[in-house]
């Protein structure tokens, strides 16, 4: 039972262009939410978070937006650029306890010239 | 500063071998953890520690051994491996269990087969 879903395993974009990353869960309990950046033989770095207080979080490029009626959030990345070409993991968790973190299976973003 | 280090990078197994996998953080961090990354199941918790001499048993814990006899250290035992045990292993730190799942920090993974 995946309880954070990713439904896309793949996306391309052209650079300048806006990438827009989708997350899916299940558990209405679920109240913190982060996206973790993956690189090739790197392990997962963290890059943008949002509490289920707030329905929008920024940080330079990266936004994240969380539906929670929908039981969805979303990253967008403005502008796209090359060097963000990586394996984008959205995690849930019950708590603020780095235990209860539970991770999507990955969106891998290509982003092209 | 070297962070979270995992050793060996890439390793083969026969059924029923066993191995231990490293890590070490050098950050002074209380809380490690072991994730496994499977093809379409996302990263998950095998085992997890808050301190030295204290362990405890993630989401799949099955098949694993872990002890926690330093603060900077934290393998991962394979008793008797398994092909269901192929799989890319990472280990991640972080200061304290609770309010770190931002500041978690991942070692660079662990290819592992089993054959």
């Known amino acids: 039972d995946q309880q954070v879903k990713q439904n896309s395993p793949s996306l391309s974009v052209q650079e300048g262009r806006i990438s827009i990353l989708n997350c899916d869960y299940t558990n209405s309990m679920f109240d913190y939410f982060l996206w973790y950046k993956k690189y090739p033989a790197e392990g997962p770095t963290f890059l943008i978070s949002?509490?289920?207080?707030?329905d929008k979080n920024e940080d330079g490029r990266f936004t994240v937006f969380l539906n929670k009626s929908a039981k969805h959030l979303s990253l967008h990345i403005v502008p796209s650029q090359p060097g963000d070409s990586a394996v984008y993991f959205c995690?849930?968790?019950?708590?603020?306890?780095?235990?209860?973190?539970?991770f999507g299976t990955g969106t891998r973003l290509q982003v092209f010239p | 500063n070297a962070g979270v280090t995992q050793t060996p990078k890439f390793q083969v197994l026969k059924t029923g071998q066993s191995m231990t996998l490293q890590c070490a953080q050098d950050m002074n961090h209380e809380y490690m953890s072991w994730y496994r990354q499977d093809p379409g199941m996302g990263l998950r918790l095998i085992h997890y520690?808050?301190?030295?001499?204290?362990?405890d048993q993630g989401e799949v814990p099955n098949g694993y051994n872990v002890s926690r006899s330093t603060t900077e250290d934290f393998p991962l035992r394979l008793l008797s491996a398994a092909p269901s045990q192929t799989s890319v292993y990472f280990c991640?730190?972080?200061?304290?269990?609770?309010?770190?799942?931002?500041?978690?920090?991942f070692g660079s993974g662990t290819q592992l087969s089993v054959l």
């Open positions: 991640a730190s972080s200061y304290t269990l609770a309010g770190s799942n931002e500041k978690l920090f």
């Open positions: 520690s808050v301190g030295a001499g204290i362990t």
């Open positions: 995690a849930a968790s019950r708590s603020y306890n780095t235990d209860k973190l539970i």
């Open positions: 949002i509490s289920s207080i707030k």
